[in-house]
Nanobody, 114 residues
Framework: QVQLVESGGGSVQAGGSLRLSCAAS????????MGWYRQAPGKQRELVAL???????NYADSVKGRFTISREDAKNTVYLQMSSLKPEDTAVYYC????????WGQGIQVTVSS
């Protein structure tokens, strides 16, 4: 059974930084595409960033240049470094593992105040 556990969320003022972590267990992490998504109140869940096993990344336009996704296969962990945070980044952030079956973490709150 795959489990994804996010950590590192919290509250920060605009312009600040946070680093989210997602620890995976129960899968061959190193060969999986991983992603971060977010869902703000009243809005649909949206893609934030993706990383493949080779380290190739993709970002939503709204976070390009501010967020960085990375992975540490030895620790079965994917990270999302968020900088220059804006109030509109406020959302619940979810980690996702892609595969024949997709798995989601439980989500973690990020709140950015102006």
């Amino acid at each position: 059974q795959v489990q994804l556990v996010e950590s590192g969320g919290g509250s920060v003022q605009a312009g600040g930084s946070l680093r989210l972590s997602c620890a995976a267990s129960g899968s061959t992490f190193s060969i999986k595409d991983m992603g971060w998504y977010r869902q703000a109140p009243g809005k649909q869940r949206e893609l934030v960033a993706l990383i493949n096993p080779g380290g190739t990344t993709n970002y939503a336009d709204s976070v390009k240049g501010r967020f960085t996704i990375s992975r540490e296969d030895a620790k079965n962990t994917v990270y999302l470094q968020m900088s220059s945070l804006k109030p509109e980044d406020t959302a619940v952030y979810y980690c996702k593992q892609f595969g024949r079956l997709d798995y989601w973490g439980q989500g973690i709150q990020v709140t950015v105040s102006s």
